[in-house]
Antibody, heavy 115, light 106 residues
Framework: QVQLLQSGPEVKKPGASVKVSCKASGYTFTGNYIHWVRQAPGQGLEWMGRINPNSGGTHYAQNFQGRVTMTRDTSISTAYMELSRLRSDDTAVYYC????????WGQGTLVTVSS | SYELTQPPSVSVSPGQTASITCSGDKLGDKYTCWYQQKAGQSPVLVIYQDRKRPSGIPERFSGSNSGNTATLTISGTQAMDEADYYCQAWDSSYVVFGGGTKLTVL
C-alpha cells in the first residue's frame, strides 16, 4: 500500500533552516507529484508547493517563494522540503502528500521555531 | 488570489444528514476535493473530482459541485465522523484549501 514516511520532529532557532524528508513506498515514486502542506497549531491547511519527482520541476506557493526549496532523490524514493530564514510563525506540522488529489499523506513532521 | 470559503462549524445529530459548503468564484468549473482530519491525525481524502469516493470511504460520504458552491454531504452521520473538513481546488497551478469546517456530532 502507498506509504509516505516523514522525518522526525525538529527544533530550530529563528533565522535557521530546516529540511524535512518524505520517503515513499508502495508505488512508483516518479509517477505522482509530491505536495507539501503545513498546519500551524490550531489552524487550517496551507499549501506550500509541489514537486514532480520525475523531472524535478517545482511550483511554489507565492507565500513561500524565495524561502522554500523542494528536491527529490529518485534513487531512494524520497522528497525533501527545505524552508529557510525560519520565523516563530513557521512553527507548524509539515505534511507531504501524493498526487493531484493528495490521496495519501505522511504522518506529519512538527517543526518548532523558538529562541 | 483564489479563495475558498467554508463555515467555521456545523452541528448535526447522530443519524441525521450533515452538509458542509465550500464557496468560490466559479468553483463549479473546477474539480473539488474534500479531506477529513480527526484530532491529532493527518488529513484523509474522502471525496475527489467533486463526487468520487476513494476506496475505503463509506458510501454515506457524497459530494456535489455547481455554480459557486461545492457541498460535502454526510448521510446518517455517525459519532466517528466528528472531525475537521477541508475543501480543496486548483487555481491554475496552485492548490487552494478552504479554511476548514469543524463538524460536531451531538
Amino acid at each position: 500500500q502507498v506509504q509516505l514516511l516523514q522525518s522526525g520532529p525538529e527544533v530550530k532557532k529563528p533565522g535557521a533552516s530546516v529540511k524535512v524528508s518524505c520517503k515513499a513506498s508502495g508505488y512508483t515514486f516518479t509517477g505522482n507529484y509530491i505536495h507539501w502542506v503545513r498546519q500551524a497549531p490550531g489552524q487550517g491547511l496551507e499549501w506550500m508547493g509541489r514537486i514532480n519527482p520525475n523531472s524535478g520541476g517545482t511550483h511554489y506557493a507565492q507565500n513561500f517563494q524565495g524561502r522554500v526549496t523542494m528536491t527529490r532523490d529518485t534513487s531512494i524514493s524520497t522528497a525533501y522540503m527545505e524552508l529557510s530564514r525560519l520565523r516563530s510563525d513557521d512553527t507548524a506540522v509539515y505534511y507531504c502528500a501524493r498526487d493531484n488529489e493528495l490521496d495519501s499523506w505522511g504522518q506529519g513532521t512538527l517543526v518548532t521555531v523558538s529562541s | 488570489s483564489y479563495e475558498l470559503t467554508q463555515p467555521p462549524s456545523v452541528s448535526v445529530s447522530p443519524g441525521q444528514t450533515a452538509s458542509i459548503t465550500c464557496s468560490g468564484d466559479k468553483l463549479g468549473d473546477k474539480y473539488t476535493c474534500w479531506y477529513q482530519q480527526k484530532a491529532g491525525q493527518s488529513p484523509v481524502l474522502v471525496i475527489y473530482q467533486d463526487r468520487k469516493r476513494p476506496s475505503g470511504i463509506p458510501e454515506r460520504f457524497s459530494g456535489s459541485n455547481s455554480g459557486n458552491t461545492a457541498t460535502l454531504t454526510i448521510s446518517g452521520t455517525q459519532a466517528m465522523d466528528e472531525a475537521d473538513y477541508y475543501c480543496q481546488a486548483w487555481d491554475s497551478s496552485y492548490v487552494v484549501f478552504g479554511g476548514g469546517t469543524k463538524l460536531t456530532v451531538l
